[in-house]
């Protein structure tokens, strides 16, 4: 289960915090600019699923209580990816990452170390531009049967 949004700040609290994608979609579903961006999210998933993904990691002003979010911010496991399988587009970062915005609504990267903070992006995701700590969501989504 989800824990409930900080008050003070509308973050969900520090760490990892798993959820199914119907959990998901029920928690962070409540407006329709939310709801637009879930099916954008929707697509991405079943193509990572299908090449095998288990594990996607939300972040971004989407995961918390904000009523309008622009987009979300993703990563995505790569272990166990057929990346051969994988749609290109995931590969694609060019241009501030347009195509991936365009077709899904946010980003997606694969967890792997971020070039600035030297961290995974997973563990990058949790920190706040303030210094602070904030809680991501781990999606645990399709991959092999």
Do not use: Y
Request: with cysteine; glycine share 12%; charged share 30%.
């Amino acid at each position: 289960m989800l824990p409930p949004f900080d008050p003070d700040t509308g973050r969900l609290p520090d760490g990892e915090h798993a959820a199914s994608w119907d959990e998901f979609l029920d928690r962070f579903g409540w407006t329709t600019r939310r709801r637009q961006l879930l099916d954008g999210l929707a697509d991405a998933v079943a193509l990572l699923g299908a090449a095998g993904c288990t594990r996607v990691w939300l972040n971004a002003s989407f995961a918390t209580a904000k009523d309008e979010p622009a987009d979300f911010d993703a990563c995505w496991d790569p272990d166990g990816v057929d990346l051969d399988a994988l749609d290109p587009i995931f590969f694609d970062f060019a241009s501030g990452r347009a195509n991936q915005k365009a077709r899904f609504g946010g980003e997606l990267f694969p967890n792997v170390v971020e070039s600035d903070s030297g961290l995974e992006f997973a563990e990058f995701f949790k920190n706040e531009r303030d210094g602070g700590r904030k809680g991501i969501v781990v999606l645990t989504i399709g991959g092999p049967s």
